[in-house]
């Protein structure tokens, strides 16, 4: 059974920078898709980031496309989402979710059946 465990969230001002972490346990054989979501009070939860375990793919929404990076640490079982120029609109929930299987890239919250916890995430402007 995959757990995923996110940190790093917090309060910042509007152009600054946040990583946040999601530590993935559990992992067994196979393709494991990661997803970064977020949701914000009064909307839906939306995908922000996609990657696979393992690999350099990854996939952006246009909305934080060039702002938001995803990166990984195998050693660590650990995945990143490096987000820079934050805009008071970024501020959500943020989530990590895991699915096995490709395909998943931009996929939306029903295809993933792996969270963590959320992470707060405030941009202040």
């Known amino acids: 059974q995959v757990q995923l465990v996110e940190s790093g969230g917090g309060s910042v001002q509007a152009g600054g920078s946040l990583r946040l972490s999601c530590v993935v346990y559990g992992l067994t054989y196979g393709t494991l898709c990661m997803g970064w979501f977020r949701q914000a009070p009064g909307k839906e939860r939306e995908g922000v980031g996609y990657?696979?375990?393992?690999?350099?793919?990854?996939y952006y929404a246009g909305s934080v496309k060039g702002r938001f990076t995803i990166s990984q640490d195998i050693a660590k079982n650990t995945v990143y989402l490096q987000m820079n120029s934050l805009k008071p609109e970024d501020t959500a929930m943020y989530y990590c979710?895991?699915?096995?299987?490709?395909?998943?890239?931009?996929?939306?919250?029903?295809?993933?059946?792996?969270w963590g916890q959320g992470t707060q995430v405030t941009v202040s402007s």
């Open positions: 979710a895991g699915r096995y299987g490709v395909g998943c890239l931009g996929g939306p919250v029903d295809q993933f059946n792996y």
């Open positions: 990657t696979y375990i393992g690999d350099l793919t990854t």
